[in-house]
């Protein structure tokens, strides 16, 4: 039986289809799973939609945390040339710095990635994310009632969609503050949605392809005794509204989970049972450059069954 959203994908390649001169009426959507480092994974799989040049192929691209990162560097189609940043020992270690939590500092600071790397070091093309014909879709966590967000509609220009960025990736008291949008504070998405099925079904999605960061055999634990002690006195302090999914964390990840097994139109490619587990702030430079290859053959494969004889797709297999 073939899968309705390669078919999607094979028959919108077929005809040339482009977001806005669609000739189906399927509204298909790129949803990218983050998680801090464990979105190496995703950011590989990003890697191939750009190889195979099916970010047309969509009509909007959902992101959350570390994947709403991700997914702008597939729509300003610079994934695959910046993505030794993920083992580059200067960003990822300026980045995520474990000992700054001894001077009362951020340990992951998005404001450096945001504002030096994506501008200075390693410039994203975020001229390019405004004009994509592709809507792109941030999720974030609304600090005072907890519930996801797009920032979407709050993206006019680049330093809005910076803020929409680090808005999606603060992680509770490891980023510091809340990233506030409009005089609105915003948290990581992942305290209200990991995987933004939610978001992309109610803005009527029909065809679904996730990037997920972690295997079928991976599970997520409820918060310990410890995270409950320190964290509920951050949520309660900066992010009120964030403490109670944040609580829930395994009943809203297992609600994403049935809403994505459930769903008839849904391709999900994961890391493949016995690929490394990766930590929110892992930085060793051979663990993520294998996340990265990995996620992105992962995907190669999975896609591969879209057919054809594409010279872009028989190019693209088999070189990550």
């Given at each position: 039986?073939?899968?309705?959203?390669?078919?999607?994908?094979?028959?919108?390649?077929?005809?040339?289809?482009?977001?806005?001169?669609?000739?189906?009426?399927?509204?298909l959507?790129?949803?990218?799973?983050?998680?801090?480092?464990?979105?190496?994974?995703?950011?590989?799989?990003?890697?191939?939609?750009?190889?195979?040049?099916?970010?047309?192929?969509?009509?909007?691209?959902?992101?959350?945390?570390a994947?709403?990162?991700?997914?702008?560097?597939?729509?300003?189609?610079?994934?695959?040339?910046?993505?030794?940043?993920?083992?580059?020992?200067?960003?990822?270690?300026?980045?995520?710095?474990?000992?700054?939590?001894?001077?009362?500092?951020?340990?992951?600071?998005?404001?450096?990635?945001v504002?030096?790397?994506?501008?200075?070091?390693?410039?994203?093309?975020?001229?390019?994310?405004?004009?994509?014909?592709?809507?792109?879709?941030?999720?974030?966590?609304?600090?005072?009632?907890?519930?996801?967000?797009?920032?979407?509609?709050?993206?006019?220009?680049?330093?809005?969609?910076?803020?929409?960025?680090?808005?999606?990736?603060?992680?509770?008291?490891?980023?510091?503050?809340?990233?506030?949008?409009?005089?609105?504070?915003?948290?990581?998405?992942?305290?209200?949605?990991?995987?933004?099925?939610?978001?992309?079904?109610?803005?009527?999605?029909?065809?679904?392809?996730?990037?997920?960061?972690?295997?079928?055999?991976?599970?997520?634990?409820?918060?310990?005794?410890?995270?409950?002690?320190?964290?509920?006195?951050?949520?309660?302090?900066?992010?009120?509204?964030?403490?109670?999914?944040?609580?829930r964390?395994?009943?809203?990840?297992?609600?994403?989970?049935?809403?994505?097994?459930?769903?008839?139109?849904t391709?999900?490619?994961?890391?493949?049972?016995?690929?490394?587990?990766?930590g929110?702030?892992?930085?060793?430079?051979?663990?993520?450059?294998?996340?990265?290859?990995?996620?992105?053959?992962?995907?190669?494969?999975?896609?591969?069954?879209?057919?054809?004889?594409?010279?872009?797709?028989?190019?693209?297999?088999?070189?990550?």
């Amino acid at each position: 039986m073939t899968d309705p959203v390669l078919q999607l994908l094979r028959d919108r390649r077929r005809k040339g289809s482009i977001p806005g001169r669609r000739t189906d009426d399927a509204r298909l959507v790129l949803l990218i799973e983050g998680g801090s480092s464990r979105g190496a994974y995703s950011y590989g799989m990003a890697i191939a939609i750009e190889k195979l040049g099916l970010l047309p192929l969509f009509d909007a691209v959902y992101g959350s945390s570390a994947g709403a990162l991700n997914a702008a560097w597939l729509l300003c189609g610079r994934a695959e040339i910046s993505m030794h940043a993920w083992w580059d020992p200067i960003i990822m270690r300026t980045t995520i710095n474990p000992k700054r939590a001894l001077r009362r500092l951020p340990v992951v600071d998005t404001q450096f990635l945001v504002h030096t790397v994506y501008t200075e070091i390693m410039p994203m093309g975020f001229q390019e994310i405004l004009d994509s014909t592709v809507s792109f879709h941030p999720i974030a966590t609304d600090a005072l009632t907890g519930q996801a967000t797009d920032l979407h509609e709050r993206i006019h220009d680049q330093s809005s969609l910076q803020a929409a960025l680090r808005a999606s990736a603060a992680m509770p008291l490891l980023a510091g503050e809340p990233v506030v949008i409009d005089g609105r504070p915003f948290v990581d998405a992942g305290v209200s949605e990991a995987v933004p099925v939610r978001t992309a079904l109610a803005q009527k999605a029909t065809h679904i392809l996730a990037l997920r960061t972690r295997r079928t055999d991976e599970t997520t634990s409820a918060p310990s005794l410890g995270e409950r002690m320190v964290l509920s006195r951050w949520f309660n302090q900066h992010a009120p509204g964030g403490l109670e999914p944040w609580l829930r964390r395994q009943a809203v990840r297992a609600e994403e989970e049935q809403l994505l097994a459930s769903h008839p139109a849904t391709l999900q490619i994961r890391p493949p049972i016995g690929s490394a587990p990766i930590g929110r702030s892992e930085r060793r430079a051979r663990v993520l450059r294998s996340a990265v290859d990995t996620g992105c053959q992962t995907a190669l494969n999975n896609l591969a069954r879209i057919g054809g004889t594409s010279a872009t797709l028989d190019a693209a297999l088999g070189t990550c």
